[in-house]
């Protein structure tokens, strides 16, 4: 059984069409691209799949259950970590303060403990922290480094690595990224594809938005083509990167005998 398994999916903003239909599956320990032009419906589809919109026909199981209907804090515990196209850090507090906002939802310790400062809550902020260096510590030119500096200090690269850092900190089994790559250079990027990569080892699936195609060829299994709400092609970045629709409505010309390296 898929891990994810969108069906059918339409998507309607009052006329405008930005899902028509759409199925695909993710395998656990999967990594997906979903590539496609500006305005294909790539964003809807993370925001119908973490609880933000309700789609308006079709199913998305996750784990062989429907996810139609939860509200998008159930849906983070189900499991299902993302970032977002904008970074969305706490800028004042420390890179591992960051991390550690991320794991609230397993806190354990009660509000009344909280309040009443008791030795478990520091115990439990203490194992917190630890946690949080632990995966901070495994990204390649560990972020670790850093952790006390404030995030809005950060170089921007490593804004969009610790965003992600934050999304594991729930411990989902799909991490959904939304342009993890935008405004990286090329050996930032590889950096990204090595985390990648090693995020998927661990036992985490991934779907990823992306427009910069080297890090789409460097990680992925599948790619999902989205044009105007529509799938117009699924497989590997070998076969969609050859697809004439795909060329047509994405790509241009250039790729589909060079590969990714321009991009
Ligand atoms: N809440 C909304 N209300 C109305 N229209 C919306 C809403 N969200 C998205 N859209 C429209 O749906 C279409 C798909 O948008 P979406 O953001 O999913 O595309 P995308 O593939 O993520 O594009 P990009 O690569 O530019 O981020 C667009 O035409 C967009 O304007």
Redesign the pocket.
Known sequence: MALLSVRDLTQR?SG?T?LDDVSFDVEEGAIVGLI?P???????MINLITGICRPTSGDILFGGKSLVGRKPHQIARDGIGRTF?QIRLFDQLSVVENVMVGMDSHLRTSYGAAVLDLPSVAREEAKMRADALTLLAEGRGGLEAFSERRAGELPYADKRRLEIVRALATRPRLLLLDEPAAGMALQEIRNLVHDLLRIRSKGTTIIL?EHKMRLIEGVTDKVIV?DYGRKIAEGSFDEIRRDARVIEAYLGRGYANAGAEEN
């Open positions: 903003f405008l930005a496609g500006n305005g294909a419906g790539k964003t809807t196209q938005i989205l």
